[in-house]
């Protein structure tokens, strides 16, 4: 897709870029080149990819295993692995991730540990540098060191099992990347994997989910140029008249859960420790870290929700869910399912659904009792402190106290190692001096009365700086709800779970074949001083500091609610009245509110089937889309093109589906208004990020025909009627260059497409190598802030680049009846026939059946592995 044809290219649209120009854009040399061109005409492409495929038949035989366990795959490559107890279920798990997807596991550890460099070379400094400030290994280490006895078990098995294949497969024979990562780094070896490269994975995913940070940053660097009124503006509060909250009103089971003496809700302090080819550097440090474990940025978020018996056509609870986030190949998740022979209190699991590869244990999912589902809480449990620094020591109430400070050493492959020093204040490493980002905000500083950050207190001496508080930067429980969620058999157990399930923060939607459903909010959710966490908050003051952690008997439950349906979509959880803040910069709720009104709907005409489920999730309505074909609906350009592509609008159904040209201009003149409306010059007045926000702020600007926003002189534009027009006219220019001259020609689904990149070597730079990684694009319907979630950017491109990671719709009638699906496939294989045999599915938004009975998992079977111990 082209870039806009003026202005600024937005800060979102900059740092949306693939892993692969992240990690580096490989140059090759002529000779380089031309080695690997006549390499691939030889016959090495087909043979050195092929060579690590899985074996998924027949018998192995592994050290380590105390029994025999069979590892069963239906036709998508899924496999169920069946063991004799709970040490070899998680060794054979942990065989069978590395048999699917070992290089993305590699990979991963590398990211989490700050190591990048030593798989990439020198430009991955930056990357590390910030990477090891987080210190998420660390954290990961300490959690390792705190786990009870079965689950720190449960961990070691999985890695044993991870270890037997790395025992037989080295290099290519792993995976074909390290044949590509040989060319630059041939002197690369893999490690043994160990269970604390498993639990940092689960940082990844907090700071993929951490979500309030981009705007606190936004509003930070926006603060100097704008009244807090203009920034109230630009950034509302959540429409509580208009859209739903998930728990109207806190309705908790007969006997609560209580929460593990582990999970704290009054200390809030942080802990003291807490070649041939070449690779360019990235444009910035968040950029490469947002890129390589996922953004937090356009459509990332999840819908996920569920319904009684009393209102299914079976009489028994369903539940639907699809996470929404950036668009992977291989994709995020892996799918499974884990059998105990015998379930028992030593193996007490018979579970299936979603992973990671990588972690042992299921996600998402479902076993023989009960269902859940997550979507992101959006609560805030992040805050930036603006420090005041003299030399090694801080100030803190008016006297300076030291630094906390240690050294790293960063290996660098094919150069030198690079020392880095970290220093920590009593809030969280100081992260302005590794991110340019946070950098900015130290060169202007607010300190303003309005918003949050006062006067600085003490003397006007020493540099400012920013530490980061977060919650995934003290040790936390996590690790160990997977497990327990796993096991569960009733709500009790589910909340018991959920009260580990401290980071990242999530929604917990639940269903029971006891004809059950609920939900609970679990979290290590902040209590703060005297700012509420939307702007910087002065570190040199103690009153702004955290006071604690919202205690768990209070954080929001709702058990069989009157409704008979639990609708969580990142929206607020509770109405403003809940007792505690939790954060300004919720989803603006769009798509709970259409979830709500489609369930409503359909109650209305009978009972609700799987189907009906299925139908909402593919639900493609365009909120803002009805307020642009009605705001449209009397101009007339006097182009005879431009006015033909507005007739569009008016028959047009409000549905961003795939052939409908009417979707592909809606969408273009919502880019293009919000280009005019907020980018002034070179200067982007509004950030152009999170466009339910959007929605929110140009509905009321619709809706007032003074408003000054309709003013942008650098456009010689000052009325609502000539921004209007000038948009009609400005989108059909940007879709007759994309698609031709024809609006009945138009279709949003390829201008709106995905590309399946690979996450390291997918753009290259080099063709040959390109086209061994990649897929797509595949053209799709949805959009940003639709319930069919498929995100873009404004300002940028209408590709999509954030998706539904996967789907499901469980059947507590029926388990068998289930449905599931995933973007790509389960294989991280390029070529392999499961490498992305689910992407057309998933683009029709169809489900395939989820066997999950032994009976109904023996039909599904194609191939059935044995894997015995080696004596």
Known sequence: MSKPDSGPVPVQAARRRSVGRVIGMVAFGLVALVLMTSALAAGWGAWTVQRSFPQVSGELSLEGLDGAVTVQRDELGIPVITAGDSHD?????????????????????????????????????????????????????????????????????????????????????????????????????????????????????????????????????????????????????????????????????????????????????????????????????????????????????????????????????????????????????????????????????????????????????????????????????????????????????????????????????????????????????????????????????????AGTVSPPVGPPTGEYAVALQWTALEPGTTASAIFALNAAKDFADFRDAAALFDVPAQNLVYADTAGNIGYQTPGRLPIRGAGDGSLPQPGWDSSYDWKGFIPAAELPVSYNPPEGYIVTANNAITGADYPYALTRDWDYGWRAARITELITRKIALGPLTADDLRDIQADDQFWIGIRLASAFDDVKTGNTKTDAALELLRSWDVQNDADSAAAAYANALWDELARNLFVRGREVAAPLSNQGRLFLVVDKILDDPASPWWQNPGLDVSSRAAMLERTAVGAYKRLAKLQGDRPDRWNWGELHALPLRNGTFGESGVAPIEWLFNRGPYPVSGGSSVVNATGWDLGSSFATITVPSMRMIVDLSDLDASRWNQLTGQSGHTFHENYVDQTPAWQRVELTPWAFSPKAVDAATVHTLTLVPAS
Request: net charge negative; glycine share 8%.
């Open 89 to 449: 279920l998680f060794f054979a798990q942990g065989y069978v991730h590395a048999q699917d997807r070992f290089w993305e596991m590699d990979l991963r550890r590398h990211v989490t540990s700050g190591r990048l460099s030593e798989l990439f070379g020198s430009s991955q400094v930056a990357t590390d540098s910030f990477l090891r400030t987080l210190g998420w290994r660390k954290v990961a280490e300490q959690e390792v060191a705190a786990l009870d006895a079965p689950t720190r078990s449960y961990y070691e098995s999985y890695a044993e099992g991870v270890n037997a294949y790395l025992a037989d497969h080295q290099g290519a024979d792993a995976s074909v990347e390290y044949a590509v990562l040989g060319l630059q780094n041939p002197g690369y070896e893999i490690e043994p994997w160990t269970p604390a490269d498993s639990v940092a994975w689960l940082k990844a995913m907090a700071w993929d989910l951490r979500d309030n940070i981009v705007s606190e940053t936004q509003r930070a660097l926006m603060a100097p140029d704008f009244t807090a009124e203009q920034i109230d503006e630009l950034y509302p509060g959540y429409p509580y008249d208009r859209n739903p909250v998930i728990v109207p009103k806190i309705t908790p089971p007969p006997e609560a859960a209580v929460a593990p003496a582990s999970f704290s809700t009054t200390d809030a302090s942080p802990s003291a420790q807490t070649a041939s080819l070449e690779w360019s550097r990235v444009d910035g440090v968040l950029e490469a870290v947002s890129e390589l474990v996922g953004d937090a940025g356009e459509g990332i978020g999840s819908n996920s929700w569920v319904v009684s018996g009393d209102l299914t056509e079976s009489g028994m609870p369903l539940l639907a869910n699809d996470p929404h986030l950036s668009a992977s190949l291989p994709s995020v998740w892996h799918q499974m399912g884990l059998r105990c022979a015998k379930v028992s209190e030593e193996c007490p699991f018979d579970v299936a659904g979603f992973g990671f590869s990588g972690m042992p244990g299921i996600i998402i999912g479902h076993n023989a009792d009960i269902a859940w589902g997550f979507t992101n809480l959006t609560t805030d449990v992040t805050d930036l402190y603006l420090e005041k620094i003299g030399g090694d020591q801080y100030w803190r109430d008016g006297a300076l106290v030291p630094l906390e400070s240690r050294t790293e050493t960063i290996r660098v492959a094919g150069g030198d190692s690079v020392k880095l020093d970290i220093r920590s204040t009593v809030h969280g490493p100081v992260i302005s001096g590794v991110s340019d980002d946070f950098a900015a905000i130290t060169k202007e500083p607010y300190t303003g009365t």
